[in-house]
């Protein structure tokens, strides 16, 4: 079993960044590729970025790449989500999630998400 809660959500403006931070508890850290997911209201859950289990490799949604970054700290056992040039399209609730095996853009894939948090961007 593996627990994640996320940090770092807000309101802020557009052009503004907002570093998001997942800890993880339980199980080893290392041993899941982590990913980043948002759901705006009335939207469907969509990827943002995935981290490979000791952050070699990294995928992000178009949407986002360029202005996102993930990253790791398996000493810390948390993953972050640096997000720069947030824009207010941006807003949605920001989840964390884990799985076994290699980094993926598949929610389904994901065995344990956190309970997200929100993020806010205004124009």
């Known amino acids: 079993q593996v627990q994640l809660v996320e940090s770092g959500g807000g309101l802020v403006q557009a052009g503004d960044s907002l570093r998001l931070s997942c800890a993880a508890t339980?199980?080893?850290?290392?041993?899941?590729?982590m990913g980043w997911f948002r759901q705006a209201p009335g939207k469907e859950r969509e990827f943002v970025a995935s981290?490979?289990?000791?952050?070699?490799?990294?995928i992000y949604a178009d949407s986002v790449k360029g202005r996102f970054t993930i990253s790791r700290d398996n000493a810390k056992s948390t993953v972050y989500l640096q997000m720069n040039s947030l824009k207010p399209e941006d807003t949605a609730v920001y989840y964390c999630?884990?799985?076994?095996?290699?980094?993926?853009?598949?929610?389904?894939?994901?065995?344990?998400w956190g309970q997200g948090t929100q993020v806010t961007v205004s124009s």
């Open positions: 999630a884990a799985k076994s095996g290699v980094r993926s853009s598949r929610g389904n894939e994901y065995e344990y």
């Open positions: 339980g199980r080893t850290f290392s041993s899941y590729a």
């Open positions: 981290v490979s289990r000791f952050g070699s490799a990294t």
